[in-house]
């Protein structure tokens, strides 16, 4: 009798470690799961003519209703090279998007304004979509974003001080 309550023991313990293996299994996983849900991809922005390897370079993807706002839902920073400042936003989802972009120089989160509101640090929108008497358009800085990974290019304009990076 001894043995088979061994035996029995031994077959629950085998059924733990296999149920305890399958759940390590499905917490180790979720998190990449979650990290990047099907249709959602990474948006690389490589950003030219940062004038200052100072400060970060700030991106927004913006979808029509939050361009030029303050509270695009997608973002990214990297620390301003200069140059050129390549920005990644990770796990955006498919559809129509505007970018807009700036060299936070002082590192306060926001572009410094001087006289009627002309910015003082380097902006930027997708497209190179061209700045006139105020910022482009959505539809003239929109593009595509089909769920998986994408580069797209621009570069920083500047109304005040140095236009870019010194000439070697």
């Known amino acids: 009798m001894e043995r088979g309550r061994h035996r029995r023991r031994h077959s629950v313990t085998g059924w733990s470690k296999v149920i305890l293996a399958t759940a390590l ?5 979720a998190p990449a799961a979650a990290s990047a849900p099907e249709g959602h991809g990474t948006l690389t922005v490589d950003i030219g003519n940062v004038r ?6 700030h991106v927004d993807v913006c979808p029509e209703a939050t361009f030029l706002k303050e509270d695009c839902p997608w973002s990214g920073d990297a620390a301003a090279r200069l140059g050129e400042t390549r920005v990644s936003v990770r796990n955006l989802p498919a559809g129509r998007y505007a970018v807009q972009v700036f060299l936070d120089e002082n590192g306060n989160r926001k572009v410094d304004r001087g006289l009627f509101g002309i910015p003082k640090e380097g902006i930027g929108f997708s497209n190179d979509a061209r700045i006139r008497f105020g910022p482009p358009k959505f539809a003239e800085a929109a593009f595509t974003f089909d769920g998986t990974s994408k580069v797209i290019r621009l570069n920083l304009r500047y109304f005040t001080g140095p236009s870019g990076p010194p000439s070697r």
């Open 25 to 29: 299994m499905t917490i180790a996983l």
């Open 52 to 57: 200052v390897a100072r400060g970060i370079v």
